[in-house]
């Protein structure tokens, strides 16, 4: 029985200690964006945080301009025409096909 009482006079010395070392939070709407306030300032700047900020804004920008290529291609009707359009006109600027005359035509 004294090792139970004991215990609990240790115990009860503990409790008071922790209440002394830490008040009580005010009870009121704003107690979890201050703390978040304070969880906040006390963490180290680190070199990660401009990149999450980039990253944040440049993921959404690329997959919007991804998608507008995306229609782009699938419209058929692009800018410069098909792929193989604009390949095949590459092709003939570079051979120059000759011009063929019928043989009663003037030059």
Do not use: C, H, K
């Not at 209440?19 to 009121?28: K, L």
């Not at 680190?46 to 995306?70: H, I, Y």
């Amino acid at each position: 029985m004294r090792e139970e009482e004991y215990g609990s006079t240790e115990l009860e010395g503990l409790w008071e200690a922790y209440r002394w070392a830490t008040p009580e939070p005010e009870a009121s709407a704003n107690f979890q964006p201050e703390l978040w306030a304070r969880i906040e300032t006390e963490r180290p700047v680190s070199w990660v945080g401009p990149l999450e900020w980039l990253a944040a804004r440049l993921v959404p920008l690329a997959a919007a301009v991804t998608l507008a290529m995306a229609v782009l291609v699938w419209s058929g009707n692009g800018l410069l025409g098909s792929y193989v359009d604009v390949l095949a006109a590459d092709l003939l600027e570079d051979q120059q096909p000759a011009l063929f005359l019928s043989s009663g035509e003037a030059i």
